[in-house]
């Protein structure tokens, strides 16, 4: 039947690729400090190691894989918010992260203590990419549903967005990073998927390239209102209700690249967009 083994030295190869690829003398010289909380998730073994070598100075919780804690993910989270945004405040730590369990998906807490919700946080890594990209213009891929009004304000980003899911590596590989609202970001200098380890050292390399702190960049966005509103639709009736969308952006600029997107004026628009995996 055969079986199923790890390679040897996995973890040292992959710690080794991550330093390979990050300008690692700007953090080095920048000496950021970071809160982090892994959740008792997969990379508790291997997260901490980067930044020692990194010699970034670091305050790591729960930084052990425990699979019975991942049974109350949802109030592990929440007080990981709290706890962290307290740490920031009193110890004068430069960011902080919470990385998800299964290490593709990571939150993003400033300087000054404030959780970046989705919108906010795409924006802010954006703004710092923008602004790390002086030297060549970088490629960008997002899904319909981003926030497109800063679009011209990114001078050395070009952005293009589509349907995320299903996407192929011969697609992917044209983009310099490829990102979405649900904290997942991909780096094509490192891998083509969502790896949360590398983007949070990445993040943490541009914004030692800065001179600004990450409340700085957020607060330098321009105010916008996002709404977003999940509508419960038995899947017999989301192809009538997508006829309806149609028809209600007749005489309308629209796309329909991914669900339905109409144009209502300049940065306004909105979107439908069917979940294929529930009702």
């Known amino acids: 039947i055969g079986q199923v083994s790890e390679k040897a030295n996995l973890k040292e190869k992959y710690k080794k690729a991550v330093l ?31 930044l020692t070598s990194l010699n970034v100075d670091n305050i790591v919780l729960n930084a052990y894989a425990d699979d019975k804690k991942l049974n109350r993910l949802p109030a592990l989270i929440e007080k990981a918010r709290e706890d962290l945004s307290k740490i920031v405040k009193h110890l004068g730590v430069n960011m902080a992260y919470i990385i998800y369990p299964n290490g593709q998906k990571l939150e993003m807490i400033t300087d000054a203590g404030e959780l ?40 050395n980003l070009t952005i293009e967005r589509g349907k995320l899911s299903g996407a192929k590596a011969n697609k992917l590989k044209e983009y310099d990073l490829i990102a979405n609202l649900s904290g997942n970001f ?85 979107l439908m967009l069917p979940d294929q995996h529930s009702d």
């Open 20 to 50: 390979k690829a990050l300008n690692t003398d700007a953090i080095k010289v920048k000496k950021p400090k970071v809160a982090v909380d892994l959740l008792f998730g997969s990379t508790s073994d291997i997260y901490p190691e980067i």
């Open 116 to 155: 970046l919700d989705s919108q906010m946080q795409l924006l802010t890594v954006l703004k710092l990419f923008d602004m790390n990209s002086k030297n060549q213009k970088s490629k960008v891929y997002l899904p319909v549903s981003a926030p497109d009004f800063l679009d011209n304000e990114f001078e």
């Open 186 to 270: 991909a780096f094509s200098e490192f891998a083509y998927s969502n790896d949360a380890i590398f983007a949070s050292i990445k993040i943490l390399e541009m914004l030692s390239g800065s001179d600004k702190s990450l409340q700085e960049i957020k607060d330098s966005l321009t105010s916008f209102y996002f709404h977003y509103e999940k509508v419960p639709c038995a899947s017999n009736l989301k192809g009538k209700m997508m006829r309806k969308f149609m028809e209600a952006s007749v005489g309308k600029e629209a796309s329909f690249v991914d669900g339905v997107k109409i144009m209502i004026k300049k940065n306004d628009w909105i």
